[in-house]
């Protein structure tokens, strides 16, 4: 079973600094998506960046990147230039492919950011 | 489209009453997800439907859940004798089903209090 790791339960930053949320996860299955999704307080999930394991480019989304190391299983998401609505529980999730449906969350990392 | 939409917000139940919730997802979505989601965790998966069809229960669906797509559109999810372990965020989400690599539109989640 593909299991997913957030080691950073909160983290916290001032505004316009940069933050990197780790996640880790296991699979032995070479064909996978990987995503990161933001939930703000009291408010619905939303994607913020994925990313396709058979891509070796990082992918970007304006202030958002993530570091995908596929050999270390390890996909790290970097916010730039925090803003403080960047305040939330930020989920990392993994989804296999060939037509698998169900996405596996990490436990979470609550990403405060300060003025 | 308003994106995937879950009713009520809110539930406050007495412990061994039924409750069943209501999601409406993204009308071109035919694939439509359900999560629970206790404090401070992240998302663990229920079921999932393409169309009409009921493709995956998870372990933590015990007999006491049950969920229904009837006509491939929306889906209601009900638990029966419900006890204070369910208490949870009860979250719905949607894909559309040729976009392997997209992630889930999630609605803003259905609050159950078992008391």
């Known amino acids: 079973a593909q299991t997913v790791t957030q080691s950073q339960p909160e983290m916290s930053v001032q505004e316009a600094e940069t933050v990197t949320l780790s996640c880790t996860y296991d699979?032995?299955?070479?064909?996978?998506?990987l995503f990161w999704y933001k939930q703000p307080p009291s408010r619905q999930m939303i994607l913020v960046i994925r990313?396709?394991?058979?891509?070796?480019q990082n992918a970007t989304e304006n202030r958002f990147s993530v570091n995908f190391q596929k050999a270390a299983k390890s996909f790290s998401l970097k916010i730039s230039d925090s803003q403080l609505g960047d305040t939330a529980m930020y989920f990392c999730?993994?989804?296999?492919?060939?037509?698998?449906?169900?996405?596996?969350f990490g436990q979470g990392t609550r990403l405060t950011i300060n003025p | 489209d308003t994106g995937v939409s879950q009713n009520p917000r809110h539930k406050i139940t007495k412990r061994g009453q039924n409750v069943t919730f209501r999601c409406d997802p993204i009308?071109?979505?035919?694939?439509l997800y359900w999560y629970r989601q206790t404090l401070g965790q992240g998302p663990e998966f229920l079921t999932y439907?393409?169309?009409?069809?009921?493709?995956?229960k998870s372990r933590l669906l015990s007999d006491r859940f049950s969920a229904e797509r009837p006509k491939g559109s929306f889906s209601t999810l009900e638990i029966q004798r419900t006890e204070q372990g369910d208490s949870a965020m009860y979250l719905c989400?949607?894909?559309?089903?040729?976009?392997?690599?997209?992630?889930?539109?999630f609605g803003s989640g259905t609050r159950l209090t078992v008391v």
């Open positions: 439907f393409q169309n009409e069809a009921q493709l995956e």
């Open positions: 999730a993994f989804k296999l492919g060939q037509g698998a449906q169900k996405l596996v």
């Open positions: 009308s071109e979505h035919n694939r």
């Open positions: 990313q396709e394991a058979y891509k070796q």
């Open positions: 989400a949607s894909s559309p089903g040729d976009r392997e690599a997209s992630g889930y539109t």
């Open positions: 699979t032995s299955e070479s064909n996978y998506y």
